[in-house]
């Protein structure tokens, strides 16, 4: 099993900045594809970027294209999502995941798919 442990939340205006972090620990050896979810009250956990230990191939939700980057530290135990010129619907507990194994751009959009979840950490974004 993967430990993850979430951290970067907190609360910011409109377009500002925030950048999440997402540590793995445990059995990190072997390949492992990660990916930020975020959820507010009321709805489902949606995806928001995710990052394929093949090759390092990235997908994002289309509200935050251009805006958030998701990336992962040479170690691959870090992963890490720099969000920029925030919105107030950014707004949610963003939580991190873990998959061993490759993903593709399509797949990693399923949060059924993964096995390993952080605790969350919240982002709130004042307008």
């Known amino acids: 099993q993967v430990h993850l442990e979430e951290s970067g939340g907190g609360l910011v205006q409109a377009g500002g900045s925030l950048r999440l972090a997402c540590a793995a620990s445990?059995?990190?050896?072997?390949?492992?594809?990660m990916a930020w979810f975020r959820q507010v009250p009321g709805n489902e956990r949606q995806f928001v970027a995710g990052?394929?230990?093949?090759?390092?191939?990235?997908a994002y939700t289309d509200s935050v294209k251009e805006r958030f980057t998701i990336s992962r530290d040479a170690a691959k135990s870090t992963v890490f999502l720099q969000m920029n010129s925030l919105k107030p619907e950014d707004t949610g507990l963003y939580y991190c995941?873990?998959?061993?194994?490759?993903?593709?751009?399509?797949?990693?959009?399923?949060?059924?798919?993964?096995?390993?979840w952080g605790q969350g950490t919240q982002v709130t974004v004042s307008s």
């Open positions: 995941a873990a998959l061993r194994g490759a993903t593709t751009a399509q797949s990693m959009r399923d949060k059924r798919i993964y096995r390993d």
């Open positions: 990052i394929s230990w093949l090759r390092e191939s990235t």
């Open positions: 445990g059995r990190t050896g072997g390949p492992i594809s």
